[in-house]
């Protein structure tokens, strides 16, 4: 229902395709703060999701349904902001830089079966996800791989000790469901049940329907304190599958479901309404170019020229229907890192000067044809993604705008599946493509613009080297969270003014809602912010 299928690889999935994982567009409704007066007791919310999860492991299975519904049975070690920062959670206090950090573990918390989420157990998790053997999705993004933890349980302490330094390693822990022990001494049994210490526990698990989460009424240690014995918190939560987009709106219109994420044209008919809504901004669209040798888009100059010859504003319209706006950067909400690295280096919108760069370069054409240098043509194989109609759309705009530059356009419209292998993996030849790298770590982003190539082993998809970035992001990695941003965000501006990669437009992330009030945080629908409404 409404998923962004435009290549987006999130924190959490990378080449997996999580939708977790975005600078904010709140939508300005607000959340769950609204007097205990208009708040109903012992009542059910009913939230949709456009697939079945399988696997419920939340540290085996990564899909984002399956995480989606995790957060109510799991906690976190921290948990990430709208801002980037992190905020306590599980773990109450940390100190540390480098290969090393130190985790005090809040007193107190428990599990669904009544067993301690302790510093041994928090450890226990941390150790599981970081042995790169043990199977884990999570492995070298909410962990670092290699990453070991051993427990003092008199301190209630967890020291953690790094292979090498993570500058992100909080906010990458904040991805982290914590499992309790009996879910580490038997991850079958997490198949189909919840084994965790959240606010919720999975009470019936119908595959392909629905699954019935159940409140927990002795937790207390959500987000700022959240209790839930909170006045007007649903007595159970039921996710029931709806796979349709537009069935999902109808839903909502009726109040045959109360929440759901949705994107896309049938959300102009739920703000029409006035809805509820609340959450932020995601990559929509991004332009990159493959840097091969051989290739007219190993030169700068040429892929520059190509970017200024499309008025991005534009764009930004037709990528997302009419319902985005132009990006300001590579991340999406919660971005670690603000700023704006595309005004000050993105190519400006002028066909005529990127005709003379071509011309500069030594692609030239004769009475107004095809351009060509040495007598080759300047050929670019537009690859994209035909699942969508507002890719297709940003494919054909691209394509009219460079035919008119006197560039040979080969349009190829593939599945999304079919898109990925072909640029992550190295299985297809390409000279241009549209994707959204959706993520709000920079460090993330690393392996894609710098290091081996798919034929390689790696994915770095575009074969780039530059200079700028690489020397930029190895300043930043000596730097622990924020301190860094500076240099993250220079290697990100070095990115886009080389033309390596344009981000195009922003779309919204939004959670609607019928019936219920909610606070959606660092993208993620907040358990504890539930309220059912009279």
């Not at 049994?189 to 159940?214: C, D, H, I, R, W």
Request: charged share 20%; net charge negative; aromatic share 6%.
């Amino acid at each position: 229902m409404g998923r962004n299928r435009a290549a987006t690889i999130s924190v959490l999935t990378l080449c997996t395709t999580l939708a977790l994982a975005g600078c904010s567009n709140d939508s300005g409704n607000g959340g769950a703060s609204s007097g205990g007066g208009d708040f109903a007791e012992g009542g059910t919310l009913t939230i949709a999701i456009d697939s079945d999860p399988g696997s419920l492991d939340p540290q085996r299975n990564v899909d984002g349904v399956n995480l989606t519904m995790g957060v109510f049975a799991y906690d976190n070690p921290v948990k990430l902001l709208d801002s980037g920062d992190v905020a306590p959670s599980v773990v109450e206090s940390w100190t540390g830089s480098g290969t090393s950090y130190t985790l005090t573990v809040r007193k107190g918390v428990t599990c669904a079966d009544g067993s301690a989420m302790d510093a041994k157990t928090v450890a226990d998790n941390i150790n599981y996800v970081g042995d790169p053997d043990a199977g884990s999705g999570m492995t070298g993004v909410a962990v670092p791989s290699g990453a070991k933890a051993t427990a003092d349980a008199a301190a209630g302490t967890v020291t953690v000790t790094l292979k090498e330094g993570a500058p992100f390693f909080l906010q990458n822990l904040a991805e982290l469901p914590l499992v309790c022990a009996a879910g580490i001494g038997n991850r079958d049994a997490m198949k189909a049940t919840t084994v965790g210490s959240g606010p919720f526990v999975l009470s019936k698990a119908q595959p392909g329907n629905s699954y019935e989460y159940t409140l927990r009424k002795d937790y207390a240690w959500g987000p700022d304190g959240a209790k839930t014995d909170a006045k007007g918190m649903p007595a159970k939560v039921v996710f029931k599958l709806v796979k349709s987009a537009t069935t999902t709106a109808n839903l909502l219109l009726s109040k045959g479901v109360n929440i759901s994420y949705l994107s896309g044209p049938d959300t102009q008919r739920l703000a029409a309404r006035k809805m509820f809504s609340d959450g932020g901004s995601i990559i929509k669209l991004e332009l990159t170019f493959n840097q091969a040798a051989g290739l007219p888009t190993a030169d700068v100059a040429v892929r520059r020229a190509l970017v200024s010859a499309l008025d991005m504003k534009e764009l930004a319209k037709v990528s997302t229907g009419g319902l985005g706006e132009q990006a300001n950067g590579l991340l999406t909400d919660p971005k670690i890192c603000a700023g704006d690295t595309v005004t000050p280096n993105l190519p400006a919108f002028d066909p005529a000067a990127a005709a003379s760069a071509l011309d500069a370069a030594g692609w030239t054409a004769a009475g107004g044809g095809v351009r060509s240098k040495g007598g080759k043509p300047l050929t670019v194989s537009l690859i994209y993604d035909n699942e969508d109609t507002t890719n297709a759309a940003t494919a054909e705009y691209i394509d009219a705008k460079w035919k008119a530059l006197g560039v040979d356009v080969k349009l190829n419209g593939q599945t999304f599946d079919e898109k990925s292998d072909v640029v992550f993996g190295g299985k297809g030849p390409w000279t241009a493509t549209l994707i959204g790298l959706g993520v709000s770590n920079p460090a993330t982003l690393i392996p894609f613009f710098s290091g081996p190539t798919p034929a390689d082993g790696g994915v770095n998809y575009g074969t780039m080297h530059n200079k700028v970035y690489d020397e930029s992001i190895a300043a930043a990695q000596g730097k622990a969270g924020t301190a860094g941003c500076d240099d993250w965000n220079r290697a990100e501006s070095a990115l886009i003014k080389d033309a390596d990669i344009v981000p195009i437009s922003v779309s919204p992330y939004l959670y609607w809602g019928t019936g219920a009030k909610f606070d959606v945080v660092a993208r993620i629908l907040e358990p504890t912010s539930l309220r059912v409404l009279r």
